[in-house]
């Protein structure tokens, strides 16, 4: 809780320069923008397709914002990071309690007391920190917001799959100049929720029936990745993974109790989800919800698992923004978290982006997997001044995540080596540079490729995703009671492959050796051991002349479409048992 305190005087202290603020009167509002920023002036705020606006919000509605306040210690966070994921440091392991974390990145008592008091002094009463002090979610009247973030409109909208409603600014807001130091940026008031690109495609033609599979199921995934009866959670360990929702979408026990009897007669398993943070609502389930808490507890079979769901429901919250913030107040958290969520990288603005992925180091240095989705628009594609560009997505493109794509099977109705699945998204960051770990196998990839597309497309300089794969093509969920059958997108592969690291995590706690934590500088320092390569097809972009539709191909060894490939359980194991 921010404490009130007996901060009673409304001055800021302002840079010399914004002198004139103080004036009162006309002439001080004419020249008060002179001492105003904007913090996010490269955020996307158009309306997203499919959301019509249902008018200004009354200004003596509340509405609760959240603000990320400037942290310290930066450099030394991203060599923490480094020494506990990289195999070859004396650190290797030794991650940080969330208490270790706060004494490192909170924020100076200079920029606490500003804020504090700028927020006081607007109004804001109802105001709640974290452990780690760098985020504040208060509670303030529209007229009060729209008086503090000056330019901000609240308006209602609604729209996506659940038609739900969303209170949002399409017009930028401003901060205070003096607030520039303290203040990485206001949520609450632009980003639109995600929307979930998994898709039913229509089922393959087949001619004869003897001896095929008719789409992924448990079995299937456990035979292919040579999983056996013996590879489930043992129940003593304090092992949990967790997959989080961000679409107002909510899974139910029944669904995944029919999904058991239906698919998981041959391993054991988890009756139920063991814990939701956040609420569920009493809706309809979700295909993305059934499908990620189905499929991480047929992979991580009988391990215990969390579901965030729709954290932040409250209409001017941004929810996964919400979700980094439970990570930052929770000192115990499931080893694993697999996230479906994912944004055109530019289309969020570069202060937004930063600072998401210093959370995401923040969770990094505490041993903490977050393994997020490829997308599933391969390459992607946009058009920059009249030339086209394959379109990176983030977090996928962030370097302190394990990113996750997408295959088939060579042929869909057999147990068979995987291919590319076209959608599966990948390619290569235009804000985050190519991290060392994976600086040897890039250059590699770059090299080699007989099929690069023009240079003109992508940012060969970038972070390059993904970094591992798994089957995203014909799962069968049960939603609403009802088995649906081809299911596909990296949202499937991505609960598939965190389960397995999830084995691969009780084993190691059997063993005496800490959770495996960030993956990447392992990953790439083993060169991809323990995983299937998949060597064949190429995924989608732009479909002008000069690409045809073709992104990225994959081939022997790391590449932009499939990473280092697809779980082969047992020899995954072998070389990650190591401590
Ligand atoms: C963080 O946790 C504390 C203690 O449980 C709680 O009081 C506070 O409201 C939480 N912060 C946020 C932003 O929800
Ligand atoms: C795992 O599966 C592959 C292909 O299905 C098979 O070739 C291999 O022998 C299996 N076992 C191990 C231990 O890798
Ligand atoms: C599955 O977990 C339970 C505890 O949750 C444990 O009692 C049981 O032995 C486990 N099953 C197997 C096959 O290890
Ligand atoms: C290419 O990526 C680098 C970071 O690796 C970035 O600084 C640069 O702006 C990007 N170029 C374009 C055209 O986006
Ligand atoms: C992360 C996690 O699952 N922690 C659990 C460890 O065990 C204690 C006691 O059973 C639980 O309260 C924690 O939630």
Known sequence: ?????????????????CRPCSLLGLLALIIASKCHYTPEPDQQRTLPPGWVSLGRVDPEEELSLTFALRQQNLERLSELVQAVSDPGSPRYGKYLTIEDVAELVRPSPLTLHTVQ????????????????????????????????????????YVGGPAKIHVVRSLRPYQLPQALAPHVDFVGGLHRFPPTSSLRQRPKPQVAGTVGLHFGVTPSVLRERYNLTARDVGSGTTNNSQACAQFLEQYFHDSDLAEFMRLFGGNFAHQASVARVIGKQGRGRAGIEASLDVQYLMSAGANISTWVYSSPGRHEAQEPFLQWLLLLSNESSLPHVHTVSYGDDEDSLSSAYIQRVNTELMKAATRGLTLLFASGDSGAGCWSVSGRHQFRPSFPASSPYVTTVGGTSFQNPFLVTNEVVDYISGGGFSNVFPRPSYQEEAVVQFLNSSPHLPPSSYFNASGRAYPDVAALSDGYWVVSNNV???WVSGTSASTPVFGGILSLINEHRILSGHPPLGFLNPRLYQQHGAGLFDVTRGCH????????????FCSGPGWDPVTGWGTPNFPALLKILLNP
């Open 1 to 17: 809780m921010l404490e009130s305190g007996n901060i009673m005087t409304v001055q800021l202290p302002l840079k010399p320069t």
């Open 117 to 156: 008091k700028w927020l006081w002094a607007a109004g804001a009463r109802n105001c709640n920190s974290v452990t780690t002090q760098d985020f504040l979610t208060c509670w303030l009247s529209v007229r009060q917001a729209e008086l503090l973030l000056p330019g901000a409109e609240f308006h209602r």
């Open 483 to 485: 088995p649906i059958p």
């Open 540 to 551: 989608e972009s732009c479909l002008n002349e000069e690409v045809e539709g073709q992104g």
